[in-house]
């Protein structure tokens, strides 16, 4: 029995190439290819500052209960210790969901396209919108530039067809550059 083999892999844009998908003279590019990649900056530092403040809220909270629960009769007994360790556990996973509730309608990045955009989500997930004509964003709530961003940042209600409705907390005029006209909320 032989050793593996190499297996030559043409590639797009290499001399050994028959054609260049990038090359001017092969035309504009086709509607599903992104344009441009918009990241969310304010909105993404918008929920990690309060993540953060809830995390913090939380520790406090959590640290006055245990000060608390050890100062109380028995509670330094074994029994004491048992309850302050389900405690822990209970605080732990509130304070793990609770990040992720706040992280999640954050997305990362908005993929610009011409028939449409695509929303890449804070775990990865992508969601396509398209086409244009077919999509409704409402605008929930304007924050302004504060502690918790440096820029305005949009709770928006994104629905279309075929998909069920999706909020977003996006930087201020990121979707409204590729979405039709709609009345002002």
């Not at 398209?130 to 964003?137: F, K």
């Not at 820029?151 to 209600?157: I, M, T």
């Given at each position: 029995?032989?050793?593996p083999?190499?297996v ?6 290499t001399?050994g190439?028959?054609?260049n998908p990038?090359?001017?003279e092969?035309?504009?590019?086709p ?8 990241p969310?900056r304010?909105?993404?530092?918008r929920v ?9 809220a939380?520790?406090?909270?959590y640290?006055?209960?245990a000060?608390y629960?050890r ?17 822990t556990?209970v ?6 969901a609770?990040?992720i509730?706040?992280?999640t309608?954050a997305?990362?990045a908005i993929?610009r396209r011409?028939?449409?955009?695509t ?15 077919e999509?409704?964003v409402?605008?929930v709530?304007?924050?302004?530039a ?6 305005p ?5 994104v629905?279309?067809?075929g ?7 996006l ?14 909320s």
């Amino acid at each position: 029995m032989s050793g593996p083999r190499a297996v030559r892999i043409p590639r797009a844009g290499t001399a050994g190439s028959a054609t260049n998908p990038r090359s001017p003279e092969s035309g504009p590019p086709p509607a599903s290819t992104p344009l441009d990649r918009v990241p969310n900056r304010a909105g993404t530092q918008r929920v990690v500052r309060l993540t953060a403040l809830y995390l913090i809220a939380l520790a406090a909270l959590y640290l006055a209960f245990a000060l608390y629960a050890r100062s109380a009769p028995g509670g330094t007994s074994s029994a004491g210790q048992l309850e302050l360790l389900e405690f822990t556990i209970v605080a732990l996973a509130i304070g793990v969901a609770g990040a992720i509730l706040t992280l999640t309608p954050a997305p990362r990045a908005i993929l610009r396209r011409v028939d449409g955009f695509t929303v890449v989500g804070r775990w990865g997930r992508a969601t396509e919108w398209t086409p244009l004509r077919e999509i409704t964003v409402r605008r929930v709530r304007r924050y302004p530039a504060g502690f918790l961003s440096e820029a305005p940042v949009e709770s928006l209600e994104v629905s279309g067809a075929g998909h069920r409705a999706h909020s977003y907390l996006l930087e201020a005029g990121i979707v409204a550059e590729t979405s039709p006209a709609r009345p002002p909320s």
